[in-house]
């Protein structure tokens, strides 16, 4: 693998040309080998180059034609938009407003799709060729507002990412990854795409299921695992042993419990933990033999410079915590749409995305906590204001706050404390939120407070909430 920037689709290409016999995708009962895999997506390139189509949404949840279409959009010189499926309508249609897709591929276009994929003509000369500058993958974190973010890829900084992760990784053709997670997620279609790349095989999941994930590692003898420590932790539940080799996991720090339920069933596997973000790839990383501290994220991963600086800008001294700043030629090229001040940015060559942290003598970071209380729940992002504002608005409810309590499996558990009618339930509330919000963001734990103690400034003393939360001092929800 050369470190010379490319296109994301040139590994994955060679691999068609070298081996198209070899199984590239196995999707539910979908198996792709590079060959056909190749073809579909050629199609799909001829069909998006002679739409002139530069922007595409897809909005599927996984099979195989995410995968297609990914691959095809790309090879044509457009950009992937990769809508979230579970996105509220409301939130949906602000997206497609805002960011103006000529094209959008959902559940609903199954018949479609496959029509003029199959039709396309595989061998037509393309009249758009990406280059290694352009943008290839328009995709969305969940902004304080309410209103995911917008952030844009390069072809180079992927293929930076790439060549980075087959040092730190060891991702080649050799794997076989199950990748259980959705597609629209970074995790996992980072992870797919990559795998692809290197000449392995992806194994998806058209929906999760535990038990189904642990029969796919032996039927499949899949040597790698790729998800979030939630899903993980679920995987582990469901089996008391397991033959993968290797397990790669990012969105959430991996706690002490669940390490010793990986290491239990998953007994010949490596487990491999590294911390990034979306806009900025890979920060850092905790391997075997690194002898990291346990409540670190790990030390800076290949052709990455991390440093923490004060508030002022000045480096902060060791164990201080400050910003998190990032340099490498794996960043982002920043967000597009609306914003709201907060997340990526970006100072004389380093980036930031808000996260808290420190370093200890050896160089291994620390991370404290988010810019503007994010919660990361099962390795997804959750904004307390977005929640807030919908629970605010609905009938009965008063005032309301949502903070992330701490949680083995989910690494924090989204949680709602709300003062209002005494006559509120949490099931009445939990249903007329997931009218408005995605499901990961409905809180799971609800609390009702008769009053809230402010700040100077009349917000809401969170610490004083949180405070209260752990003494057990406020009452469930009934």
């Known amino acids: 693998m050369t470190d010379a920037p490319g296109l994301i689709t040139d590994g994955f290409l060679a691999a068609a040309r070298a081996q198209p016999d070899k199984v590239a995708l196995i999707c539910g009962d979908q198996t792709l080998s590079y060959g056909e895999l190749a073809a579909h997506a050629a199609r799909v390139a001829a069909r998006i180059d002679q739409l002139a189509a530069r922007r595409v ?40 407003a805002v960011h103006e897709p000529h094209l959008i591929f959902d559940d609903g276009t199954v018949a479609d799709y496959a029509a003029w994929r199959d039709a396309g003509d595989a061998a037509r000369a393309l009249l758009n060729r990406p280059t290694p500058d352009m943008p290839f993958l328009m995709g969305f974190t969940s902004g304080t507002t309410g209103t995911p973010k917008a952030f844009i890829r390069s072809h180079a900084s992927w293929t930076a990412s790439f060549a980075a992760s ?116 890979f920060v850092t990383v905790a391997k075997p033999g690194d002898k990291c ?14 440093a923490v600086r004060r508030d002022d800008g000045t480096q902060a001294d060791v164990g201080e915590v400050g910003t998190v700043w990032v340099k490498s030629n794996m960043l982002s090229s920043g967000y597009v749409g609306p914003v709201d001040g907060t997340g990526f940015r970006t100072q004389g060559g380093w980036a930031t995305v808000g996260d808290r942290g420190s370093l200890d003598a050896r160089g291994f970071l620390t991370l404290a906590g988010r810019e503007g209380d994010m919660i990361i729940t099962g390795g997804l992002n959750v904004y307390p204001s977005e929640v807030e504002a919908v629970l605010a608005s609905l009938p009965g409810v008063r005032e309301a706050a949502v903070v992330g ?13 709300v003062a209002g009618d005494g006559a509120l339930t949490a099931e009445a509330l939990k249903s007329q939120c997931r009218e408005h919000l995605a499901p990961y963001k409905v809180p799971r734990r609800w609390y009702r407070a008769e009053s809230f103690d402010h700040t100077v400034s009349g917000k809401i003393d969170r610490a004083k909430l949180l405070a209260a939360l752990d003494r057990a001092a406020l009452k469930p929800l009934p």
């Open 57 to 96: 949404a897809i909005a599927r949840t996984n099979d195989a034609a995410v995968i297609e279409l990914f691959l095809g959009v790309t090879m044509a010189g457009a950009v992937a938009m990769m809508f979230e499926p579970l996105w509220p309508r409301a939130v949906l249609d602000r997206m497609r």
């Open 166 to 281: 087959a040092r730190e990784l060891g991702t080649s053709s050799h794997t076989t990854a199950l990748i259980p997670g959705p597609l629209s997620h970074g995790l996992s279609l980072y992870a797919a795409i990559e795998t692809l790349y290197v000449g392995g095989t992806a194994v998806l999941m058209p929906a999760f299921d535990a038990v189904r994930a642990v029969q796919l590692i032996g039927a499949h003898v899949a040597n790698t695992v790729v998800a979030a420590p939630t899903v993980l932790d679920l995987i582990a539940d469901a089996g008391s042993s397991a033959t993968a080799t290797k397990i790669i996991t990012a969105g959430a720090k991996l706690t002490a419990p669940l390490r010793q339920k990986l290491a239990a069933v998953f007994s010949q596997a490596d487990v491999i933990e590294y911390y990034g973000a979306s806009e900025l790839s």
């Open 293 to 306: 501290p346990p409540t670190s994220v790990g030390r800076a991963f290949a052709n990455v410079a991390v």
């Open 405 to 417: 309590q701490s949680d083995e499996r989910w690494g924090q558990v989204v949680t709602a404390i």
